[in-house]
């Protein structure tokens, strides 16, 4: 399928591995110039050579305002008006909800939401301005059901989504569509490292964690990154500008809901 996206361009964000690497892949397949960001310069620049098609990497640290600020500008001298762009970041802390002290709430408010929020505002005008964009804000199904372990996570993903939802309702007459995927378990760094939290068995060795949590899903297994990257790819087309203001679950059917 021709996504119509060729000649496109996009930023991103925390891409230089996992699921934003492989949303990033999977645009620059599609024809799309793309800049990934990350903190891990070299780890960084071998990502945006495998990609190709005059990909980039900027190192930054979105949880400054400066370095979010100077990421922008830098992708935009790239790649000119940016008309895609992934949100995504690090996991903030696991742990029980009375183990996490304020301190980690505003880390984490830092960068779960506040990095999203403001590379969305900075990028939306341009997006406008052209008539075409998308967001698509890389989250967790810990924002549909709470999972074990994960305060910030559960809350911080959940205001996220409240937010990008609100910003789609404003832009959708623009051409713009915002839109969230809910990652359930992929075969990822950060899923082996808060495993073992997930399934509530802390002293677990990560890849043993990883199976059970898996084997939870009604496939029985958990995603590989390409299967996230395709989805990616398709809400970011032109085929998909009916679809805003969602919160895709991409779990293997991990959440037991109805919708």
């Not at 780890?43 to 305002?65: E, P, Q, V, Y």
């Not at 199904?141 to 789609?168: F, H, Q, R, V, Y």
Request: glycine share 10%; charged share 20%.
């Amino acid at each position: 399928m021709d996504l119509g996206l060729k000649g496109e361009t996009a930023l991103c964000l925390a891409a230089s591995q996992g699921l934003g690497f492989a949303c990033a892949k999977a645009l620059a397949e599609a024809g799309v110039k793309v800049v990934i960001n990350g903190r891990n310069a070299e780890r960084g620049k071998n990502a945006a050579a495998s990609l190709g098609n005059g990909a980039a990497f900027i190192a930054a640290d979105l949880t400054s305002d400066a370095d979010r600020a100077r990421l922008f500008d830098e992708a935009k001298r790239h790649l000119g008006p940016i008309s895609i762009l992934v949100t995504n970041a690090d996991g903030p802390k696991t742990g029980p909800f009375l183990d996490r002290d304020l301190d980690d709430w505003r880390q984490g408010l830092e960068l779960t939401m506040l990095s999203a929020i403001d590379m969305a505002k900075r990028c939306v005008p341009d997006m406008t301005a052209r008539k075409f964009g998308r967001i698509i804000n890389i989250s967790s199904i810990s924002a549909k059901e709470p999972t074990p372990n994960t305060p910030l996570a559960n809350g911080l993903k959940l205001g996220l989504i409240g937010a990008l939802a609100t910003l789609a309702r404003e832009v959708a007459r623009e051409g713009v569509t915002v839109n969230s995927i809910l990652a359930g378990p992929f075969d990822t760094d950060l899923l082996r490292r808060v495993a073992p939290f997930l399934v509530d068995k802390p002293d677990m060795p990560q890849e043993e964690a990883v199976k059970l949590y898996g084997a939870r899903a009604p496939v029985g297994r958990i995603g590989q990154v390409s299967e996230f990257g395709a989805l990616c790819a398709f809400i970011a087309s032109r085929h998909a500008g009916y679809l805003t203001g969602q919160s895709v679950a991409l779990d293997g059917g991990h959440v037991h809901a109805i919708y």
